[in-house]
């Protein structure tokens, strides 16, 4: 939320008296400028000099509050709340909000808005041509918001977080070592130089390498999803839309689509979104995408969440957030995806705290160890191209075996083939299944039988492949 000039300079002339005018008329600048971190010492060494200063009690608490130390500026906006600075209620229910106290939130601006209502009219009393002061535009997405967020809050969603890393903000997606099934993320040189990409973006590729999802600006400087598929002969077709139930206002940014071929996430900043970039997740039927859903907590938060990926071959996500405001560097986090959703109970008094996901290992089952998995997540060769491996199964009990030489009998060998060629159809069947569904979106309505042909072959396929790999499970001497 960005601060209005108005309210900054009558702040300032409050201030300014004896502190050294030019100082504070540069941090104005500089708070005008969104660049708090070089204003909040200013301010600082202003309220040094006047520590009972209302104004600039204000103004360091706002500095501290848009570079993502609430509880710090809780402390400078109370006293200014107390020297009966009229602005203070609504950036104290911004540091609450921040802070996932999104009731509490709400009535600090039912008072911020009750103590301009009474200096209205105390101001008419003593003149009639008396300026009315409105109520911040801010205040009111504010309010909007935190209506938002507590109805995020009641329903948080019980996950194990198995790690978190602080990783660079420029290239975060290298981060995710996702199994070749899962497809891979990839910067934009993977794209045709000609093609126009948002900055910053990433682009997505299935395990077939024929399609690639992205995000590029449009007519009006938004950014959409777009897709493109390369061509027999290498070319590639014009790349187009995904689907206008995406683009409901916002940036949409950030796209990871399941190898099912119909469920995509991906971020969007639009009026759905709790604060940036939050993560939504919609999936396709014949008429094209359905309406994105919000995926909620802990997921998404005030600042900005993107980038969901799941590889359900080795049971693992990832997100990555910028909640914890590291500057140059942003936190993914890694968890363990469940085909059921369970949220925590509404009056569990830690909600808050699951939400912000104040320690990840507070997540964890008892006795739980998830050393052995991030150990061979981090330690597998995915994505280099010439990953010295001859396949990647999972036995039961999260095992994975990654060649012939682990296949203890002839029939497990057998088994192994029969069902790698099968996976290979498969996803030849998968892939050609999304480029038929983004052509029929796209007004392509000949398609439509082929359509219905290949999801009826990709579910007997599927049906197929979950006997072929228990038959591989069972002739290595596994038992499910």
Same mark, same amino acid.
């Given at each position: 939320?960005?601060?209005?000039?108005?309210?900054?300079?009558?702040?300032?002339?409050?201030?300014?008296?004896?502190?050294?005018?030019?100082?504070?008329?540069?941090? @104005?600048?500089?708070?005008?400028?969104?660049?708090?971190? *070089?204003?909040?010492?200013?301010?600082?060494?202003?309220?040094?000099? $006047?520590?009972?200063?209302?104004?600039?009690?204000?103004?360091?608490?706002?500095?501290?509050?848009? *570079?993502?130390?609430?509880?710090?500026?809780?402390?400078?906006?109370?006293?200014?709340?107390?020297?009966?600075?009229?602005?203070?209620?609504?950036?104290?229910?911004?540091?609450?909000?921040?802070?996932?106290?999104?009731?509490?939130?709400?009535?600090?601006?039912?008072?911020?808005?009750?103590?301009?209502?009474?200096?209205? *009219?105390?101001?008419?009393?003593?003149?009639?041509?008396?300026?009315?002061?409105?109520?911040?535009?801010?205040?009111?997405?504010? @309010?909007?918001?935190?209506?938002?967020?507590?109805?995020?809050?009641? @329903?948080?969603?019980?996950?194990?977080?198995?790690?978190?890393?602080?990783?660079?903000?420029?290239?975060?997606?290298?981060?995710?070592?996702?199994?070749?099934?899962?497809?891979?993320?990839?910067?934009? %040189?993977?794209?045709?130089?000609?093609?126009?990409?948002?900055?910053?973006?990433?682009?997505?590729?299935?395990?077939?390498?024929?399609? @690639?999802?992205?995000?590029?600006?449009?007519?009006?400087?938004?950014?959409?999803?777009?897709?493109?598929?390369?061509?027999?002969?290498? *070319?590639?077709?014009?790349?187009?839309?995904?689907?206008?139930?995406?683009?409901?206002?916002? %940036?949409?940014?950030?796209?990871?689509?399941?190898?099912?071929?119909?469920?995509?996430?991906?971020?969007?900043?639009?009026?759905?979104?709790?604060?940036?970039?939050?993560?939504?997740?919609?999936?396709?039927?014949?008429?094209?995408?359905?309406?994105?859903?919000?995926?909620?907590?802990?997921?998404?938060?005030?600042?900005?969440?993107?980038?969901?990926?799941?590889?359900?071959?080795?049971?693992?996500?990832?997100?990555?957030?910028?909640?914890?405001?590291?500057?140059?560097?942003?936190?993914?986090?890694?968890?363990?995806?469940?085909?059921?959703?369970?949220?925590?109970?509404?009056?569990?008094?830690?909600?808050?705290?699951?939400?912000?996901?104040?320690?990840?290992?507070?997540?964890?089952?008892?006795?739980? %160890?998830?050393?052995?998995?991030?150990?061979?997540?981090?330690?597998?060769?995915?994505?280099?191209?010439?990953?010295?491996?001859?396949?990647?199964?999972?036995?039961?009990?999260?095992?994975?075996?990654?060649?012939?030489? %682990?296949?203890?009998?002839?029939?497990?060998?057998?088994?192994?083939?029969?069902?790698?060629?099968?996976? $290979?159809?498969?996803?030849?069947?998968?892939?050609?299944?999304?480029?038929?569904?983004?052509?029929?979106?796209?007004?392509?309505?000949?398609?439509?039988?082929?359509?219905?042909?290949?999801?009826?072959?990709?579910?007997?396929?599927?049906?197929?492949?979950?006997?072929?790999?228990?038959?591989?499970?069972?002739?290595?001497?596994?038992?499910?």
């Amino acid at each position: 939320m960005k601060l209005t000039r108005y309210i900054i300079a009558g702040g300032l002339a409050l201030a300014s008296a004896g502190a050294g005018a030019q100082t504070l008329e540069e941090a @104005r600048q500089m708070l005008l400028d969104g660049d708090y971190a *070089t204003a909040l010492p200013v301010f600082e060494k202003a309220l040094n000099a $006047k520590p009972k200063d209302g104004a600039l009690n204000q103004w360091v608490g706002i500095c501290l509050l848009r *570079t993502g130390q609430p509880k710090k500026a809780e402390r400078y906006l109370k006293t200014a709340d107390e020297k009966k600075v009229l602005d203070a209620p609504r950036y104290l229910a911004e540091a609450a909000f921040q802070q996932y106290e999104f009731n509490k939130a709400g009535e600090l601006l039912d008072r911020y808005e009750e103590e301009i209502k009474k200096t209205n *009219t105390a101001n008419a009393r003593r003149s009639k041509k008396a300026v009315k002061i409105e109520v911040s535009p801010e205040a009111e997405e504010l @309010r909007r918001l935190s209506t938002l967020g507590q109805s995020m809050l009641d @329903r948080v969603e019980k996950i194990v977080v198995i790690d978190s890393m602080a990783v660079d903000r420029d290239e975060f997606f290298k981060a995710y070592h996702l199994s070749p099934e899962s497809g891979t993320i990839n910067s934009i %040189d993977i794209l045709p130089a000609d093609m126009e990409v948002a900055d910053p973006s990433e682009v997505y590729m299935p395990q077939s390498g024929e399609f @690639r999802i992205w995000s590029s600006p449009d007519k009006d400087e938004n950014y959409i999803l777009m897709g493109a598929t390369q061509l027999i002969d290498g *070319t590639w077709d014009t790349p187009h839309p995904l689907g206008s139930a995406l683009e409901a206002g916002g %940036d949409s940014n950030y796209p990871f689509m399941m190898p099912d071929g119909v469920t995509l996430y991906y971020a969007n900043n639009g009026p759905e979104s709790l604060g940036g970039y939050d993560i939504f997740i919609s999936r396709k039927d014949e008429d094209g995408f359905l309406q994105p859903q919000n995926i909620g907590m802990p997921y998404n938060s005030p600042y900005d969440d993107y980038l969901l990926a799941i590889d359900e071959v080795n049971g693992i996500g990832w997100w990555a957030t910028d909640r914890n405001q590291l500057g140059d560097k942003i936190t993914i986090y890694r968890f363990i995806p469940s085909e059921l959703r369970v949220n925590y109970p509404v009056d569990d008094p830690a909600l808050a705290s699951h939400a912000r996901i104040d320690s990840f290992r507070s997540t964890w089952p008892e006795g739980a %160890d998830y050393s052995e998995l991030l150990e061979r997540i981090d330690s597998a060769e995915y994505g280099t191209g010439n990953t010295g491996h001859d396949f990647y199964f999972a036995l039961p009990g999260n095992r994975i075996i990654t060649s012939w030489d %682990d296949l203890s009998t002839p029939a497990a060998r057998n088994a192994m083939e029969e069902y790698l060629d099968a996976s $290979k159809h498969f996803n030849a069947l998968v892939a050609e299944l999304a480029t038929l569904r983004l052509r029929y979106a796209n007004g392509d309505h000949a398609v439509a039988g082929r359509i219905t042909s290949i999801e009826q072959e990709v579910e007997r396929n599927r049906t197929a492949l979950r006997e072929m790999s228990n038959k591989v499970i069972r002739s290595n001497g596994d038992a499910r």
